[in-house]
């Protein structure tokens, strides 16, 4: 089955600085890449996604890129805010088979 | 709000007692899911239904059965229950069970603390 992979598990960056994690996936096959951001003691919430056919894709500050190749994407935030704060998640699916990364704490700094 | 709806928000039992956690997804997805979240852990992926049916399955212990209804709400029933069963319970839904990935919606978690 799938596995994901990621890191680094923990991050704290300074207010306005780039913050980016990294996830690698073993299923070649596995085509739709989501990342949720969980807020302590709440649900995870889709932030931004892409599929297997694109390389890039932005949303404001938030960024994911994708390496089939290397079979590796990777979540890019821009411009920290401490409203950031929170813990971030990446999948990798193939069909309704969805495996997540064990997640990342991002702590922004003000 | 996500859609999701998860019932109830908090439970404390007892060890060895049997518990019912209920979720109905978001209107038009035929998908559920159960993860299980422990005290900063990852999100563990126990079972998920499509359309009534059992589609797949991971770390579920035996003590723990769910099920999907013919009006798509879904339980998650945990019995014989230990200290370490104490997490927060997610259901999720999403609208397909093949082909190209969709997102999951994630409802607002049923805490479970075991005393």
């Known amino acids: 089955g799938e596995n994901v992979e990621q890191h680094p598990s923990t991050l704290s960056v300074q207010e306005g600085d780039s913050a980016v994690i990294k996830c690698t996936y073993s299923?070649?096959?596995?085509?739709?890449f989501p990342w949720y951001k969980q807020e302590l003691g709440k649900r995870p919430q889709l932030i931004i996604d892409i599929r297997s056919n694109v390389g890039e894709k932005k949303d404001q500050r938030i960024a994911v890129t994708l390496n089939k190749t290397a079979k590796h994407f990777s979540l890019h935030i821009t411009e920290t805010q401490p409203e950031d704060s929170a813990v971030y998640f990446c999948?990798?699916?193939?069909?309704?088979?969805?495996?997540f990364g064990a997640g990342t704490r991002l702590t922004v700094k003000p | 709000d996500s859609g999701v709806t998860q019932t109830p928000k908090h439970l404390i039992t007892a060890t060895g007692q049997r518990v019912t956690l209920r979720c109905s997804p978001r209107s038009g997805d035929l998908s559920v899911y159960w993860y299980q979240q422990s005290l900063d852990q990852g999100l563990q992926f126990l079972i998920q239904y499509y359309n009534g049916e059992e589609r797949a399955k991971g770390n579920i212990l035996e003590r723990f059965s769910a099920q999907q209804f013919p009006d798509l709400h879904s339980e998650l029933n945990l019995s014989s229950l230990e200290l370490g069963d104490s997490a927060l319970y997610f259901c999720?839904?999403?609208?397909?069970?093949?082909?190209?990935?969709?997102?999951?919606?994630f409802g607002s978690g049923t805490r479970l603390t075991v005393v």
């Open positions: 299923d070649s096959a596995s085509n739709y």
């Open positions: 999720a839904s999403s609208v397909e069970a093949r082909g190209a990935g969709y997102g999951y919606t």
């Open positions: 999948a990798a699916s193939k069909g309704n088979d969805m495996r």
